[in-house]
C-alpha cells in the first residue's frame, strides 16, 4: 500500500473521455499524489496518450486484470464502456483491490443485482463515479441543508438541461442512443441527479412516478428530403439545429478535446468532414437508431411528506442543473454553471451554517452578498462556489458548461469537470486509497445503490407501471441479496 508521501499507484481500464480526460488528467496534474502505471485501451492513439512512455500498455482490460498481482498498483479506475462495468468490476472485486467504478455501476437492473451480489460475497471496495457530490456547488447546497437553515424539507426540484447539442452528439448518435446498448436515459444522464436528490433527502422515496417518451428525433420528423447523413447535400442544412459539420467543423473548430475527440485522430476541417461522412456522428438525427427518452419528469414522495421533481430535457439552450429547495424556514435557489446559491431564510434569527461562513469556512465558496431585501425585510443571502477552471492547454476542451468531461455528461465548452467535481472525487478517491477506507461513506457501491434503484423504478414507471412503491419494489428486486448470508 502506498504511504502518505508516495504517490498512489493506479491503473486505468479505458482510456476515453472519463478514464483519460476527467480521471487521467487529474493524475497529470498531481504527480506528487498519483500515477497511472498500467492502461487498458483498444484503441492506440487513446492508449498511447495516457500510457505515455511509462506505464505499461494492454489492449484488453482482460489481460491487464491477469496481471494485477505482477503490477501492484495500489487502486484501479475503471472507465469503460457501461457494458463492461460489472465484468471488469467483478474481476477487479476478485482480484482484492479498491476501485474507482464510473456511473452506472451496471447499466442493467440484473446486472446491477449482480455486482451487489459481488460486493457482498467480496466486500469489494468500490467508489462509484457520482462526482457532483463532490463538487463545491453542491457541497454547500448541502451545508445549507444539512445545518437545518431551510426546516423542514417541502420539495425540491432539478432541472437537468441536457443542451440541445449534446443530447443529439451523446443521446442521439452517440454511445448512450440505445438502451440495449449503454442504459436508460435516465440512468445514463440523471443518476447523478437522482444521487444528489437521495443524498438532500436523507432517505430513499416512498414512490417513484416517471413521464416522458421519445418525442423528436424520430423518423416522421425529418425534413423533406433529409438524406440519412448530414454531409449528403441536406436542403435544411440551414434551418437544422443539429446540422453537423455546423457543430464539430466550425462551432467547435478550436477544439481537440471532447467531444470533437470522438470523430478520429485527424481534427483537421477536413479530418472531420471525412469522419462525419463515414462515422456516427454525420448522421441524421432524424434518422439514427436511437430509442431513449428526449425527455423525461419523475417525482419522488417521502416519507417525511418531502416532495422532489427531476426535469430532463434535450430541448434547452443551457447545458448545465437548476436547483430549487423549498422549507418550512427558507427557501434556496441554485444554478450549477454560474455557481450561484441564493438562500432567503424567513426567520429573523435564521442563520447560514459556519460551515460555509465561520472561520473554517471552505476557500472555494464564498459568501458575496448578504441584505434583507425579502418582501418582509427577511434575511437574503448569495454565495457562489467556484470550482478551480481547469485552462492547461493539452487536449482543448475537457467538458461542457456543467464540468461533464467526456461520456455522456460532456458538453462544447471549457471548465473542470463537473463543476469541479471530477477533480474533487479523484482527490478524496486517492486519499480514501492512502487510509485505507474506499467502500465506506460517500466512496461506497452501497451509497450508491438507491440512487440505481430510482433511476430504473423511473423507467419501469414511465414505460407502463405508473406509480411504484419504491420500498416493496426495492424488497423485490433485491430479494437474493437479502437471502444470502452476509
Known amino acids: 500500500m502506498s504511504t502518505a508521501t508516495a504517490p498512489v499507484r493506479l491503473a486505468v481500464l479505458g482510456a476515453g473521455g472519463r478514464g483519460a480526460e476527467a480521471y487521467g488528467r487529474w493524475v497529470r496534474a498531481h504527480p506528487d499524489r498519483a500515477r497511472v502505471v498500467a492502461v487498458a485501451e483498444p484503441d492506440p492513439a487513446r492508449l498511447d496518450a ?6 505499461a500498455r494492454y489492449a484488453d482490460w482482460r489481460g491487464l486484470v491477469t496481471d494485477l498481482g505482477r503490477l501492484r498498483p495500489d487502486a484501479v479506475v475503471v472507465a469503460l464502456p457501461d457494458a463492461l462495468h460489472v465484468a471488469a468490476a467483478t474481476a477487479v472485486a476478485d482480484a482484492g483491490l479498491p476501485m474507482l467504478l464510473e456511473k452506472p455501476a451496471a447499466p442493467t437492473l440484473a446486472g446491477l443485482l449482480d455486482l451487489a451480489l459481488v460486493v457482498r460475497r467480496t466486500d469489494a471496495r468500490i467508489a462509484v463515479g457520482h462526482v457532483l457530490r463532490f463538487a463545491p456547488f453542491w457541497r454547500a447546497v448541502r451545508a445549507v441543508v444539512a445545518a437545518g437553515a431551510l426546516g423542514d424539507l417541502a420539495t425540491i426540484e432539478v432541472r437537468e438541461n441536457i443542451g440541445f447539442w449534446h443530447f443529439a452528439h451523446s443521446f442521439v448518435r452517440g454511445n448512450w442512443r440505445s438502451a440495449a446498448m449503454s442504459s436508460p436515459m435516465v440512468l445514463a444522464k440523471t443518476c447523478h441527479d437522482l444521487d444528489l436528490i437521495r443524498w438532500l433527502a436523507g432517505a430513499a422515496p416512498r414512490t417513484v412516478s416517471s413521464e416522458g417518451s421519445l418525442l423528436h428525433f424520430r423518423p416522421e420528423n425529418a425534413p423533406d428530403g433529409a438524406p440519412a447523413r448530414c454531409t449528403d447535400g441536406c436542403p435544411a442544412a440551414a434551418d437544422c439545429p443539429f446540422y453537423a459539420p455546423r457543430y464539430y467543423v466550425d462551432a467547435l473548430r478550436d477544439v481537440t478535446g471532447h467531444p470533437v475527440m470522438m470523430l478520429g485522430d485527424d481534427l483537421s476541417p477536413a479530418g472531420r468532414l471525412a469522419a462525419l461522412r463515414r462515422g456516427p456522428y454525420g448522421r441524421c438525427v432524424y434518422r439514427s437508431d436511437n430509442d431513449v427518452a428526449d425527455h423525461q419528469q419523475t417525482l419522488l414522495r417521502f416519507g417525511s411528506g418531502l416532495t422532489a421533481t427531476l426535469t430532463a430535457s434535450a430541448f434547452t439552450a443551457e447545458n448545465t442543473r437548476h436547483l430549487a429547495i423549498t422549507g418550512t424556514r427558507g427557501q434556496l435557489h441554485g444554478h450549477m454553471e454560474s455557481g450561484e446559491i441564493r438562500v432567503d431564510l424567513f426567520s429573523p434569527s435564521g442563520r447560514l451554517p459556519d460551515a460555509l461562513v465561520g472561520p473554517d469556512a471552505p476557500p472555494d465558496v464564498e459568501l458575496v452578498a448578504s441584505g434583507t431585501d425579502g418582501p418582509l425585510g427577511h434575511a437574503t443571502h448569495t454565495l457562489v462556489a467556484r470550482p478551480v477552471r481547469d485552462t492547461r492547454p493539452e487536449g482543448g476542451a475537457t467538458g461542457g458548461p456543467e464540468g461533464g468531461a467526456g461520456g455522456p455528461e460532456a458538453g462544447p465548452a471549457g471548465r473542470g469537470g463537473h463543476a469541479g467535481g471530477d477533480g474533487a472525487l479523484m482527490d478524496a478517491f486517492c486519499r ?55
Open 50 to 55: 495516457l500510457a505515455g512512455t511509462t506505464a
Open 432 to 486: 480514501a486509497v492512502v487510509d485505507g477506507t474506499v467502500g465506506s461513506g460517500e466512496l461506497s457501491f452501497w451509497t450508491a445503490l438507491d440512487s440505481h434503484l430510482m433511476a430504473f423504478a423511473a423507467e419501469e414507471s414511465r414505460t407502463g407501471a405508473g406509480v411504484v412503491d419504491f420500498g416493496a419494489w426495492a424488497a423485490t428486486v433485491l430479494d437474493p441479496l437479502d437471502r444470502e448470508a452476509p
